[in-house]
């Protein structure tokens, strides 16, 4: 087996709303093909896998007639439930990721815990409700569901910033960049890093 196959996950949601299909390699080099059917987070899914050397691809279609709040939310979930595929038990990762990240006159905090224990922090306030045609709302959706999904506490915080696009855009390359701390293989670990022996 392979080093791509060995940490690999998929996921796929098919609802009278949404047809999503995801598959991720945690060891790659940033390698996606995506298409959600919502171009605004196609491009943060990418950015998400070239900072964070994540391969995956995902095809989606939704009912983006109506709006895209299902296909970014069931995007989300898919991305999560592929990463607690790929993790299995957690054993033998960092499982702690963090990343201070500038974009221009923005600057966003992001710290994550593969903890098991879903939870989400969002002190991220986006100055505009749009960027292009997404629904700038959606952002904190799509971050709800994947840690859910994922069983990963999350922290972001947007320390300072204006234009919304820069925003998001840093949250998404910080959390690629912290999750590929925490996915990160230690040969110190035995099992899962916790004094309780699991996660």
């Known amino acids: 087996m392979s080093e791509q ?3 690999a996950g998929s996921a796929q949601r098919i609802t009278l709303e949404t047809d999503i299909r995801l598959v991720l390699s945690l060891d790659g080099t940033g390698k996606t093909a995506i298409d959600s059917d919502v171009p605004f987070l196609d491009h943060m899914l990418t950015l998400f896998g070239v900072h964070g050397f994540f391969d995956f691809t995902l095809k989606g279609k939704g ?3 109506v709006d895209d709040h299902h296909t970014v939310e069931d995007t989300g979930i898919c991305l999560g439930k592929a990463f607690k595929e790929a993790l299995g038990d957690f054993e033998g ?3 702690y ?3 201070c990240l500038p974009m221009d006159e923005t600057l966003v905090r992001i710290v994550v815990d593969i903890s098991n224990r879903p939870f989400l922090h969002y002190n991220v306030s986006v100055p505009d409700s749009r960027v292009g045609t997404f629904d700038t709302a959606l952002a904190k959706e799509f971050l709800r569901a994947f840690v859910l ?3 990963i506490t999350l922290h972001a915080d947007l320390l300072h ?3 919304s696009h820069h925003i998001i855009e840093a949250v998404f390359k910080g959390l690629g960049r912290a999750m590929r701390q925490a996915v990160q293989e230690d040969v110190r670990v035995s099992g899962a890093l916790s004094s309780k022996g699991c996660l």
Do not use: K, L, T
Request: charged content about 40%; hydrophobic content about 20%; aromatic content about 0%.
């Open 5 to 7: 196959e060995r940490r």
């Open 63 to 65: 009912d983006v007639q």
């Open 93 to 95: 990762i960092a499982r």
């Open 97 to 99: 990721g963090e990343c």
């Open 149 to 151: 999904h994922a069983g």
């Open 161 to 163: 910033g204006e234009n």
